[in-house]
């Protein structure tokens, strides 16, 4: 059974930084594709960032060049890294695992197998 914790949210102000960590077990991290989203009340779970097996990464417009999404293997985790966050990024965060056979694109949430808990990312202005 795959299991994954988050940690590391938190209350920041605009231009601060923060970062998440997603801790997953029962699997061998190498062979998973490690996406994070968010979700505010009342919107759809949408993509943030991707880490592929390939440790390839993909980020949604919106973040690209203030989060980085980065994994070791060999702790099981991933992270993402926020900096010169916005109040727009007030969000819960999720990261999910999609193990083979991968899903299609890496933004659907349909994809991923497991998720985590959430962790919750508020952003002061």
């Known amino acids: 059974q795959v299991q994954l914790v988050e940690s590391g949210g938190g209350s920041v102000q605009a231009g601060g930084s923060l970062r998440l960590s997603c801790a997953a077990s029962?699997?061998?991290?190498?062979?998973?594709?490690m996406g994070w989203f968010r979700q505010t009340p009342g919107k759809e779970r949408e993509a943030v960032a991707v880490s592929h097996v390939a440790t390839t990464t993909d980020y949604v417009d919106s973040v690209k060049g203030r989060f980085t999404v980065s994994r070791d293997n060999s702790k099981s985790t991933v992270y993402l890294r926020m900096t010169n966050l916005k109040p727009e990024d007030t969000a819960t965060y999720y990261c999910a695992a999609d193990l083979p056979p991968y899903g299609g694109s890496w933004r659907s949430p349909d994809g991923y197998n497991y998720w985590g808990q959430g962790a919750q990312v508020t952003v002061s202005s």
């Open positions: 029962g699997t061998t991290l190498r062979r998973v594709r």
